[in-house]
C-alpha cells in the first residue's frame, strides 16, 4: 500500500516525519446498496468477483491497469487520492500466493499468470534503485513503476518483508512443478530468484526497516514471521533440487528467536525497537499468524500459529481495539465481530476499518479451527482462556477432546465468531461487490483506493480456510523449536542475475494431461489378532465421513508377521482435501481408534494418476 506517512533524510538531520493525510478520505462510488442474503450466498457470488478483480489488476491484459507490463501486480486502479497505480513486492507476492495455491487446488488456467509475475519479478530483482541493486540491498525496495522501472521518490524505505513473501510465492509454484517432474524449469529458471531473496533475508533480517504499513521504521513482528518461514522453507526447496541455503540453516533458529520478543506477556507487539508512541495493537500481528500458519503444525506458541493461546490471546485484544472506536461497531458486545482497522490510533484517510484485515481475522480463526480439528483436541490455558469465556463463560484450562460436548461448544461458537467477520465484509461490500482499500468507519461507505488487489486477495484466502482448503506445509513442524540463547548475527548468501525467464504468455508444459481422478492408495502397518479387521475412516464420502459402518476395509491380502501390511484403494478428484484415521474392530463389533491427531492429505493436482499412502498404526 502507499505509505501514510513520507520519510526524508536532509544532510545533517534526523529523519523528518511528513504527514500527508488528506483531511477528506477518498469516497468510493456505487453504494447504494449492500450485498444481501445469506453469508455462503454471498460468498458464492463474490468470490467469482474477488478472481477476476485480482486478474484485472495484473499487467499487461488487466483491463483495469493500461500500460502495466506483463505479469506486474498493480495495487489499485486509483491514480489520485490515493495513487495506488504501482506495484508492491509485498502486495504482489500475497497476491500470487493465493494464485498459486489456487492452481495447486486445481485452477490450472492460472499457470500462465504466474509464470509472467515470475518473468517479472527477475526483472524486478535487477533493476537500480534507491535501496541499492541486486546485491547491495536493492531487493528490499518496497515498490516500482508499472513499466518495470524503479520509483525514486521520497518514500519508506526499505521494507524488508518483500523478499520473504516473494520467495514463499515462488517456493510454492517450485514444489508444485517438482511434484509434476519438471525439477529442469524449478533448477533452471525459479531457484536463483529465490536463492536471491533467501541471500538478502540471510542478510539482512536483523537490520530494523519499515513495516507493511510503511509508517513505522523498526523490527516489525509481520516481517521477521514471513522471514523465519521463508529461509525454513527455501531451504528444504535446495535440498530438493541438489542445491543447498548454508544461511537458512543458520540464520532461521536466531531469526525465530526474535520472534519471541514480540510478546508482552499480554498481546503480539507490532513492531519493536522503535518509539511511535503507539499500544503495538495492530493487525500486522494477525496478518502475521495467517501467513505462517502450517496446516500440520500443532498449536505451537513459538511460531505464533493460529490456534496457540497466544495467537488467540492477541486475536482478542487487537479486534477489542476497534470495538469503542467506530460507529458502525457502536455496542457490539466481545465475543461478536466487529469491523477491524489497522490500528487504534489510525488516522490515515480517517483511520478506517480495512477489508483486508476484517477478512484476516476471520481466517486467523478458520486456521485454528482446522488445526484443531487436526489434532484432535482443544487446548485452553491461562493465556487464551478470556478468548474462549466470550463464548462461554463458565469455559475453564484444560484440553478438550474432538468427542467432547465442551470441543464441540466453544468450535461451533470460533466457527460462528469467524463466519460474523465475513458478514461485515459483506454489509459493507456494494452491490458491485467491488473491494476497495478501507470503508468508513462511520457509515461503512467504502473508502481510499478502489478494487484494491490485496482486498480481493485477502477475501479468498478467507473462503479457502474457511472450506477447510489450505496450503502445503512449509515445515513448521521442524522448525519451532527456539535457541537456549539469541545471537545477533547475519549470513553473506549467494546473489546471481536470473537469466532464464519463461517464455512470454506461454505456460510451462508437461509432458502428460493433468489427472482429473486420482487413485490414493493407503498403506497402514498394523499387528492385529485373529478376528481384527483395519479400516480408514475421513472426512470424505469415499471413506464414511467419520461413520464406522460406512469406512473404507482394509485388505490383510499382503499381510505378513514381518510386514503386517493392511491396505486399500480409492478414487478421489485431483485437489481433494480430507483428513483420515484408521481404525480396527474386533469380533464383538467394538471400535478402537488410532491415537489423534486426524492425519490430513491433499490428492495432487499433476500429470500422476495415483498416490500412495504409506502409515504406520499410531
Not at 538531520?13 to 445469506?38: D, M, Q
Not at 478438550?400 to 469467524?418: D, K, Q, W
Not at 461485515?424 to 461507505?445: C, K, N
Not at 493392511?566 to 474386533?586: D, N, V
Amino acid at each position: 500500500m502507499a505509505p501514510f506517512w513520507l520519510f526524508m533524510k536532509l544532510a545533517g538531520t534526523a529523519s523528518l516525519l511528513i504527514p500527508f493525510c488528506l483531511a477528506v478520505p477518498a469516497t468510493v462510488g456505487h453504494n447504494e446498496r449492500r450485498a444481501t442474503g445469506s453469508l455462503s450466498s454471498f460468498i458464492a457470488s463474490e468470490s467469482p468477483i474477488a478472481l477476476q478483480g485480482v486478474l484485472d489488476n495484473i499487467g499487461s491484459t488487466g483491463s483495469n491497469v493500461p500500460g502495466a507490463a506483463s505479469g506486474i501486480v498493480v495495487a489499485s486502479p486509483s491514480t489520485s487520492n490515493p495513487d495506488y497505480f504501482y506495484s508492491w513486492t509485498r502486495d504482489s507476492a500475497l497476491t500470487f500466493k493465493m494464485l498459486v495455491d489456487t492452481l495447486i487446488a486445481g485452477d490450472t488456467s492460472l499457470q500462465s499468470e504466474i509464470e509472467d509475475y515470475i518473468s517479472a519479478q527477475a526483472v524486478i530483482q535487477t533493476v537500480s534503485n534507491p535501496s541499492g541493486g541486486l546485491s547491495s540491498g536493492g531487493l528490499g525496495e518496497p515498490k516500482f513503476n508499472v513499466d518495470e522501472t524503479a520509483f525514486t521518490g521520497a518514500w519508506g524505505r526499505p521494507q524488508r518483508d518483500g523478499p520473504a513473501l516473494r520467495a514463499t510465492a515462488i517456493t510454492a509454484y517450485a514444489r508444485w512443478l517438482l511434484a509434476n517432474g519438471d525439477s529442469s524449469t524449478v533448477s533452471s529458471i525459479l531457484w536463483p530468484i529465490v536463492q536471491n531473496d533467501l541471500s538478502y533475508v540471510e542478510q539482512y533480517w536483523n537490520q530494523t526497516g519499515f513495516d507493511l504499513w510503511e509508517e513505522v521504521d523498526g523490527s516489525s513482528f509481520f516481517t521477521i514471521a514471513v522471514q523465519h518461514r521463508a529461509l525454513v522453507e527455501g531451504n528444504t526447496l535446495a535440498g530438493e533440487i541438489g542445491q543447498s541455503c548454508a544461511g537458512c540453516v543458520s540464520q532461521a533458529p536466531q531469526i525465530l528467536c526474535f520472534l519471541q520478543s514480540f510478546w508482552n506477556g499480554q498481546y503480539t507487539l507490532a513492531n519493536i525497537n522503535e518509539n511511535n508512541g503507539r499500544t503495538g495493537k495492530d493487525a500486522n500481528t494477525l496478518l502475521g499468524s495467517i501467513h505462517t500458519f502450517d496446516p500440520s503444525a500443532a498449536c505451537d506458541d513459538s511460531t505464533f500459529q493460529p490456534c496457540s493461546d497466544k495467537a488467540l490471546a492477541n486475536h482478542k485484544t487487537v479486534t477489542d481495539s476497534f470495538r469503542s472506536i467506530y460507529t458502525i461497531n457502536s455496542d457490539i458486545p466481545e465475543g461478536t465481530a466487529v469491523a477491524v482497522g489497522r490500528y487504534p490510533e489510525d488516522t490515515y484517510q480517517g483511520g478506517n476499518p480495512w477489508y483486508i484485515n476484517t477478512a484476516a481475522a476471520a481466517e486467523l480463526l478458520y486456521d485454528a479451527l482446522y488445526q484443531w480439528n487436526n489434532i484432535g483436541s482443544l487446548t485452553i490455558t491461562s493465556t487464551s482462556l478470556s478468548f474462549f469465556q466470550d463464548f462461554d463463560s463458565s469455559a475453564a484450562t484444560g484440553t478438550y477432546s474432538a468427542s467432547s460436548s465442551t470441543y464441540s461448544t466453544l468450535t461451533s461458537a470460533v466457527r460462528a465468531y469467524a463466519d460474523g467477520y465475513l458478514s461485515i465484509v459483506e454489509e459493507y461490500t456494494p452491490s458491485s461487490g467491488a473491494l476497495a482499500e478501507q470503508f468508513s468507519r462511520s457509515d461503512g461507505t467504502p473508502l481510499s483506493a478502489d478494487n484494491l488487489t490485496w482486498s480481493y486477495a485477502s477475501f479468498l484466502t478467507a473462503i479457502a480456510r474457511r472450506n477447510a482448503v489450505v496450503p502445503g506445509s512449509w515445515g513448521e513442524p521442524g522448525a519451532n523449536v527456539v535457541p537456549g540463547a539469541c545471537v545477533a548475527t547475519s549470513a553473506t548468501g549467494p546473489y546471481e542475475t536470473p537469466t532464464s525467464t519463461f517464455p512470454s504468455g506461454t505456460a510451462t508444459s508437461t509432458s502428460c494431461a493433468t489427472a482429473t481422478a486420482v487413485a490414493v492408495e493407503f498403506n497402514v502397518e498394523e499387528t492385529t489378532t485373529y478376528g481384527e479387521s483395519v479400516f480408514a475412516g475421513g472426512s470424505v464420502a469415499q471413506l464414511g465421513n467419520w461413520n464406522p459402518t460406512s469406512a473404507l476395509a482394509l485388505s490383510a491380502l499382503d499381510y505378513t508377521a514381518s510386514d503386517p501390511l493392511w491396505t486399500a484403494t480409492i478414487h478421489l478428484p485431483a485437489g481433494t482435501s480430507f483428513q483420515y484415521k484408521y481404525f480396527k474392530t474386533e469380533t464383538d463389533g467394538s471400535v478402537t481408534w488410532e491415537s489423534h491427531p486426524n492425519r490430513s492429505f491433499t490428492v495432487p493436482v499433476s500429470c500422476a494418476a495415483s498416490a500412495v499412502l504409506n502409515d504406520t498404526w499410531r
